[in-house]
């Protein structure tokens, strides 16, 4: 490289028509369907989807429980954002918090009785609402093709390497 070409300025690779209109789509759809999957379980079940999500997450963990830090890592939200939540899940008695007996930093959350119930009330309109929103509209074939675009977008976003800014990690 030389001192020129290292000096010259960066070319903006802008989005072409078409895909700013596949960019502007999908923004358009997941913000719709967050909005609506997070109507549907406040009318329901007085919860955000995000909350919905981490009791099923510790619905199906051994013992139902997991570490925090493994609960955030699962949720892709930052230990702040998951300690909130918890908080709020705790105040309704469908979680609850242990100390971790081998780390005296560490705590687990623990779905209660009362969370396996709300779950239960609430998980038929959720699928309905999910298969609604998003199944009943595509074909198989694009159930298949969404499913692996996603991951891939996924995988290109979560680094294996050290040191990667995720947001369980902050």
Not at 8 to 18: E, G, M, S, Y
Not at 29 to 37: F, G, Q, S, V
Not at 81 to 94: C, P, Q, T, V
């Amino acid at each position: 490289m030389t001192s020129a070409s290292a000096s010259a300025p960066v070319q903006n690779r802008w989005l072409t028509d078409d895909e700013q209109h596949v960019w502007r789509s999908y923004l358009h759809a997941t913000t719709l369907l967050e909005d609506h999957l997070d109507r549907q379980l406040q009318r329901d079940a007085g919860m955000p989807h995000i909350y919905y999500g981490l009791l099923v997450g510790l619905a199906e963990a051994p013992g139902r429980r997991l570490r925090m830090t493994e609960l955030a890592m699962n949720a892709k939200i930052t230990r702040s954002r998951l300690s909130h939540a918890i908080a709020r899940l705790e105040k309704n008695g469908w979680v609850r918090r242990e100390d971790c007996p081998s780390d005296k930093r560490g705590q687990f959350a623990v779905l209660t009785d009362g969370g396996v119930e709300v779950l239960r009330r609430t998980a038929p309109g959720h699928v309905a609402a999910v298969r609604q929103a998003l199944f009943e509209r595509l074909t198989p074939e694009q159930q298949q093709a969404l499913g692996e675009i996603m991951q891939i977008v996924a995988e290109g976003l979560q680094p294996d390497e050290a040191g990667a800014d995720l947001p369980w990690l902050r």
